[in-house]
């Protein structure tokens, strides 16, 4: 993108936060961007969009030690075949798709979605990318549009895996690899600009915050959208980038883009449109701008309520549930996030997530405070922002000694504490804990319950698969957590283990109880292995009458 394109832009650099349960999404990313968005909306393949000149970023080399929420690892291997024939980038090659960048691969027979990791070395133990990807238009290729800013001159392995029918991943492809350029690359982008199609050039609107519909055009996975209010296009008032189309598949159709902010009252305002030349990171030529004029004003509804996390809280998860009143009359709501009360008072936003629901789920970064506020979306435009609270998320390990006498590992904030009784060891040894955004294995019918984490013992270099007493597990829960997840009844939670082929629920057990009152839940056993805290998904049954 052109540099001078983003006045204000501060020295930044990538971050990759990861969600979990929304419809829009908004993260910074890119040192020339703040923020990202998905929308999951009728029409064209689900578009993302970046906006630029906004918001502090931390490196991708940070974002390593971040969870992903991607498609769940499974040892259920299904019968379809792995890709085997990588198309962008090639094997072995050098790229500068720097920015959102794009992969494609040859597509197998019968299979219409992917399972994709990014990673920097090629045992993908630490992916910092994990999606879903889906046939291009025609089905003899298929593509993933990542959501990551690559570092420039370095080396990156990637791998696909067909997805069967029941959601299941079959074998992963071998690890491919390509090594990114210096990311400046001087070539013109010879792709021709979107047509503009709504609000017509002219138009008085009735809302402050619009949606801006053009046609795509063919070939092109990416455009970038401005509006400002000059015919220079000096003083921008929204800069995005938008990306994610099947360039194929999706020319010729009709694209909304929605507003994150009001523009000003009574204004006149220029729009235009360039298609991006994504292999190279390089705007094409704008658009003819058109104009509207927005309303003198409107009847704004008022900002929800903030319910959770409570205020100031520490939380037992990176994984964290906001949740926010609903507001009769509201079409949709917006969530952002800030690293300090000055970052709030000038607005400056570090993350921005949009839902149609009362509640978001996202994957933060560990030992973080967060100030966070909402607002919602009416005819007229976007309410005013909420008041602030904050939370802080908690550690993502922790490491104990255990000796014949007994010993405590205490995660908390996190939402475990182990207690191993004298005699459950007869040697010194080590317990690790390691907290995973979602379970790692498919769990069919199973609500999870924002507690998922990993057990490891070691006497030396000797795994210690049995204890000689059991050890007693106490998880805590966050009703907002069971709220978020649709879980109605606490206390029908239950842990489950997974035994190396399918998952085992370990309630009803002697000495293990749910207090619904002190939002626990206690096990006792004598073994470690991944663990998640759920409840079972409710069946119901018709109703006979006589």
């Known amino acids: 993108m052109d540099a001078h394109r983003a006045p204000g832009v501060r020295s930044a650099r990538p971050l990759r936060t990861i969600t ?136 990156y392995y990637w791998r696909v895996a067909s997805m069967c029918g029941d959601g299941t991943i079959g074998a992963y492809s071998q690890a491919w690899s390509f090594t990114t350029g210096s990311g400046s690359v001087s ?49 921008l008032a929204w800069d995005w980038l938008i990306y994610g189309f099947d360039p194929v598949g999706d020319a010729g159709q009709s694209y909304a883009f929605s507003g994150w902010d009001n523009l000003q009252p009574g204004t006149q305002y220029y729009w235009r449109v360039a298609s991006v030349c994504a292999d190279i990171d390089t705007d094409g030529d704008f658009s003819a701008p058109a ?52 970052d709030v008072g000038t607005d400056n936003w570090e993350q921005a997530y949009r839902s149609t629901d009362t509640a978001v789920s996202v994957i933060e970064e ?22 602030t609270w904050t939370f802080t998320t908690p550690v993502t390990s922790a490491v104990a000694t255990i000796t014949p006498a007994g010993g405590i590992l205490d995660t908390s904030p996190s939402c475990l504490a182990l207690t191993f009784p004298a005699g459950a060891v007869s040697t010194q040894v080590t317990v690790t804990y390691d907290m995973l955004g979602s379970p790692l294995e498919a769990y069919p019918n199973f609500l999870f319950a924002n507690c998922s984490f990993t057990l490891v013992a070691y006497a030396g270099s000797q795994q210690v698969t049995q204890f000689n007493e059991p050890y007693t597990m106490v998880l805590t829960y966050d009703p907002s957590d069971l709220l978020a997840a649709g879980i109605s009844a606490p206390q029908e939670l239950n842990v489950a283990y ?49």
């Open 187 to 235: 070539q013109t982008c010879s792709l021709q600009p979107p047509a503009l199609q709504q609000p017509a050039s002219g138009a008085t609107l009735t809302t402050l915050s619009p949606d801006l519909t053009f046609q795509l055009a063919s070939t092109t996975s990416q455009y970038e959208l401005e509006v400002a209010s000059d015919s220079s296009f000096d003083d």
């Open 366 to 387: 560990p030992q973080t405070l967060f100030y966070w506020r909402a607002k919602d979306l009416n005819g007229a435009g976007w309410s005013p922002l909420s008041s």
């Open 498 to 546: 997974w035994d190396g082929s399918e998952w085992q629920n370990i309630l009803p057990c002697a000495g293990c109880s749910i207090n619904t009152t002190s939002h626990t839940v206690t096990v006792v056993l004598n073994h470690m292995t991944e663990f998640a805290l759920g409840s079972p998904v409710p069946i119901y049954l018709p109703m006979l009458r006589r």
């Open 20 to 155: 979990l349960m929304l419809a829009m999404i908004v993260l910074p990313l890119a040192a020339s961007s703040s923020a990202i968005a998905s929308t999951a909306a009728p029409g064209p393949h689900a578009a993302m969009v970046a906006r630029r000149g906004r918001g502090r970023q931390r490196s991708e080399t940070e974002a390593r030690s971040l969870l992903l929420a991607g498609p769940a690892r499974t040892s259920q291997v299904c019968s379809t075949i792995a890709p085997s024939v990588p198309v962008t980038p090639a094997q072995g090659a050098t790229s500068n798709d720097l920015q959102y960048p794009i992969f494609i691969w040859d597509a197998v027979s019968g299979v219409s979605q992917y399972a994709f990791e990014l990673a920097y070395d090629d045992t993908f133990l630490q992916p910092i990318d994990a999606g879903t990807g889906y046939n291009l238009a025609g089905g003899t290729q298929a593509w993933y549009t990542s959501g990551l800013i690559l570092d420039p001159n370095t080396t």
């Open 291 to 342: 104009t509207f004029t927005t309303p003198s004003g409107g009847t704004f509804l008022a900002a929800p309520g903030l319910i959770a996390p409570p205020n100031g809280a520490n939380t037992a998860s990176i994984g964290v549930s906001l949740v926010y009143s609903d507001v009769v009359g509201a079409d949709d709501y917006q969530v952002r996030l800030y690293d300090s009360p000055g």
